[in-house]
């Protein structure tokens, strides 16, 4: 079956008792045993089947399931967020003394975790710009455990080369992990490209318009104690899994994503073209010809180039001034919902970071990013240009 069919047909576990069409929401801590032997057989992982929520439920069971016969992977794990998947994926992958490579140009929390948190327990990393492959082989050494980046950064919209990554990654061994959550999974095949663990905060687009908070662990099998210590220790230990209510509504956004994320891909185009017109706006989005990745993304992520789109206008009074003279389109953070969405990330998603970490992730006080929604790209247009 083609994509579009799994993503509404994937068969339950088990056939519902009333014949539900939807997955019930399973919202119990616990499960029953007919007897001690098969309690005893589920707990030490000899019998399949949840026993307590917090690391199996059959709600989320049946999202993970889809996500698994959509991406092909040999594994998926649903967490409570997008942080506590790559927070959870990494927790997998790092021990005290290793290195992780990462971008440069990383998710805020994203960056304070690996510089901040993971740093207090002896983990180390190492910033790269990792569209240069060159600078990232000679960087590997043999305390590095794995390679970490976002498929299309956030702000600056930024694409590498996955084939050339995970050919180094290959040759020393470590995983290539990616954060897919700009572009999703039903238009990529990450795992063909060669990315090992792909991660996907699923509050963004599957959630179908900003329903939830998730995150997932989509593990394409290559390193088999990623998956081996998120289900038989992190879930246990941490506790961040998805609620079955989340799995719920994130189920029923993924029956509709690919034709949520086409129109809004199609209309950040469309936006992106008319913006590219008008005089002191300077744009910003990877489906433009002139985008230096355009052909990278093309070739890695086929003909759309997602829904994140920016401007950048003369300086920082000038941005709040066109956020505070928005009448339709909200300031608000988030990405993919379905509304258009408008935020300067300089003094908000990185407004507690130094000037100088602003630098060096080239974080301008000057842009403005834009999430594109549903709405009829024309009152978006309209919008803009009487804000401007
Ligand atoms: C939003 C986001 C996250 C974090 O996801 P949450 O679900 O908000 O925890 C991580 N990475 C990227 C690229 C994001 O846009």
Request: aromatic share 8%; net charge negative; proline share 3%.
């Amino acid at each position: 079956m083609k994509k579009q069919t799994k993503a509404i047909d994937e068969p339950f576990c088990r056939k519902d008792p009333y014949g539900a069409l939807s997955m019930p929401v399973y919202n119990s801590v616990a499960y029953e045993f007919d007897n001690a032997q098969d309690m005893a057989d589920t707990f030490c992982g000899r019998m399949k089947g949840p026993d307590y929520s917090r690391t199996e439920n059959p709600t989320v069971t049946y999202f993970e399931n889809k996500v698994k016969s959509l991406t092909g992977a040999a594994d998926v794990v649903a967490f409570n967020s997008g942080m506590a998947a790559i927070s959870n994926a990494l927790m997998a992958v790092v021990s005290e003394g290793k290195y992780i490579i990462a971008s440069r140009h990383l998710f805020g929390n994203t960056l304070s975790l690996i510089t901040g948190t993971l740093r207090r327990f002896g983990v180390k990393v190492i910033l790269l710009d990792l569209t240069d492959a060159k600078a990232v082989e000679e960087a590997v050494n043999k305390d590095v455990c794995c390679i970490f980046l976002e498929i299309m950064t956030n702000p600056q919209l930024e694409v590498a080369d996955l084939k050339a990554l995970s050919v180094i990654a290959r040759k020393h061994n470590i995983p290539l992990i990616a954060d897919s959550t700009t572009i999703p999974f039903t238009e990529t095949d990450l795992g063909g490209l060669g990315v090992d663990v792909e991660i996907v905060s699923s509050t963004k687009y599957i959630s179908g318009g900003a329903t939830s908070l998730g995150g997932l662990v989509i593990d394409y099998g290559r390193f088999d104690f990623v998956s081996c210590r998120l289900r038989g220790e992190l879930l246990f230990n941490i506790g961040a899994y998805m609620t079955p209510q989340v799995a719920y509504m994130q189920s029923l956004g993924l029956e509709t994503l690919a034709v949520r994320y086409n129109k809004q891909a199609e209309n950040a185009l469309w936006l992106a073209n008319e913006l590219y017109k008008l005089p002191g706006v300077k744009v910003n989005y990877v489906g433009l010809k002139d985008n230096p990745y355009y052909e990278i993304s093309r070739k890695q992520f086929g003909e759309t180039s997602g829904a994140m789109l920016t401007i950048d206008l003369k300086d920082r009074d000038a941005c709040f001034r066109f956020l505070n003279n928005l009448k339709l389109i909200r300031r608000a953070t988030n990405l993919f919902d379905n509304r258009t969405l408008a935020i300067h990330p300089a003094s908000t998603i990185f407004g507690l970071f130094t000037d100088q970490q602003r630098k060096e992730m080239d974080v301008l006080d000057t842009t403005i990013r834009l999430s594109v929604g549903l709405e009829d790209v024309e009152d978006l247009l309209d919008d803009i240009k009487q804000a401007l």
